[in-house]
Each structure stands twice: as structure tokens, then as C-alpha cells.
């Protein structure tokens, strides 16, 4: 079966630094890969999506890129994280119909 | 973009009652998927249901897409019911991934 990882679960980090969060997707080939962000609140916004390696998709102008180094490997990251950065990301994959998440980051930015 | 939107925002329901949220959605769309979020923030997923009606145990959804709405029914609802459902909705993107537009949420609270 297919199963989602991302990490770390829980981040503090200071004005300006960088950030790196990673995903990785086990059991299924070419997924499509997504970097959600839920804010406070409780709406989740759509940052990024990938349909293969080298492939990302842009949602909103943001401080934030990602990468797909691997097939089934997502990364996102910042190089000057702001205080507007924090939130809950979570990452997801999708084959042709249901999206599935992993088990999301806290990001808090000091 | 499409357009999702959620009701009630807020619910609260003695252990035992039924209840049913509702969402609407701005435009046809290819996928609709009903989750609950638990305490620790995990999204877990309920139904794929872009249309028809499906059950599983005490939870059941429809979605009635030509008049652009879905509905998640809770029976006998219980205290590990309590969380957030969110409503998501969207189509099919160019290459075939699938971009969800989600809804604000209802947040549910289950008391004894």
C-alpha cells in the first residue's frame, strides 16, 4: 500500500533563516505531488504541485520554491523564512482521483 | 477559480445525534472529496464522491452534481467524531493531477 512521509513535525526558526521540508511517497510510481499550507484558521491553500520529476507548478506568489529531485521525493523550501511563513504545511500525493496528505509541519517563524 | 463553501462553520452535537454538513461549490468539477481533521492536525480521508452517494459505517455522502452541492451525513455521532470536515472540490490539471480547491471547514464538537 501507499504510504506519505514528511518532515520534521515540528519546526522553530528565526526571521531570515532557511527552511527545508521534505516529502517522500512509498508504494506507487509518478505520483503527483502538492505542498498545501494551512494558515490560522482553517483553510488550506494550494503552494505547488508536481505531475513528474523537474516538473513544479506554481499556485501563489510567495517567499517559498520547491523541488522534485526524485520521483517520489518533494521538498520546499525558503532561503529568508518571514514571519508570514508560519503555518501548517502539509504535503500530499495523488494518483488520477483521491489526494492523500501526510502527517503535515508546524512551521513557526520568530 | 472555483468557489467552496461550507456550512454550518461551527457544531455541536450531543454524543448519540445525527447531523449533516453541507457544501457548495461555484462550478462543475471532476473531484470532490470529503476529510476530517483530527486533533493533531492529519487530514484523513472520507469519501471520493464527485457524484452519487456512498456509506461507510455511521458516515454517508452525496454529491448531486448538476445542482453543485454535497452533502456528508453523520449518524450516532460520537466524541471521536469532534474535529474539522472540510469539503474539497476541483478538476483534472494538465498532466493529470487533480487541484482541490478546499472549503473553510465545519467544526464539530461531539459532548457526552
Known amino acids: 500500500s501507499q504510504t506519505i512521509h514528511q518532515w520534521p513535525a515540528t519546526l522553530v526558526q528565526p526571521v531570515g533563516s532557511p527552511l527545508s521540508l521534505e516529502c517522500t511517497v512509498e508504494?506507487?510510481?509518478?505520483?503527483?505531488l502538492y505542498w498545501y499550507r494551512q494558515a490560522a484558521g482553517r483553510g488550506l491553500q494550494l503552494l505547488f504541485y508536481?505531475?513528474?520529476?523537474?516538473?513544479i507548478s506554481s499556485e501563489v506568489p510567495q517567499n517559498l520554491s520547491a523541488s522534485r529531485p526524485q520521483d517520489r521525493q518533494f521538498i520546499l523550501s525558503s532561503k529568508k523564512l518571514l514571519l508570514s511563513d508560519s503555518g501548517f504545511y502539509l504535503c500530499?500525493?495523488?494518483?488520477?482521483?483521491?489526494?492523500?496528505f501526510g502527517e503535515g509541519s508546524r512551521l513557526t517563524v520568530l | 477559480g472555483i468557489q467552496v463553501e461550507q456550512s454550518p462553520p461551527d457544531l455541536i452535537l450531543q454524543e448519540g445525534a445525527n447531523s449533516t454538513l453541507r457544501c457548495n461549490f461555484s462550478?462543475?468539477?471532476?473531484?470532490l472529496q470529503w476529510f476530517h481533521q483530527n486533533p493533531w492536525g492529519q487530514l484523513i480521508n472520507l469519501f471520493y464522491i464527485p457524484s452519487g452517494t456512498k456509506q461507510n459505517g455511521r458516515l454517508s455522502a452525496t454529491t448531486v452534481a448538476t445542482e453543485r452541492y454535497s452533502l456528508l451525513y453523520i449518524s450516532s455521532s460520537q466524541t471521536t467524531d469532534s474535529g474539522v470536515y472540510f469539503c474539497a472540490a476541483g478538476g483534472i490539471l494538465t498532466g493529470g493531477g487533480n487541484k482541490l480547491t478546499f472549503g473553510t471547514g465545519t467544526q464539530l464538537k461531539v459532548e457526552l
Open positions: 508536481s505531475v513528474g520529476i523537474g516538473q
Open positions: 508504494g506507487t510510481s509518478n505520483p503527483n
Open positions: 500530499a500525493w495523488s494518483g488520477f482521483r483521491e489526494l492523500f
Open positions: 462550478d462543475s468539477v471532476n473531484n
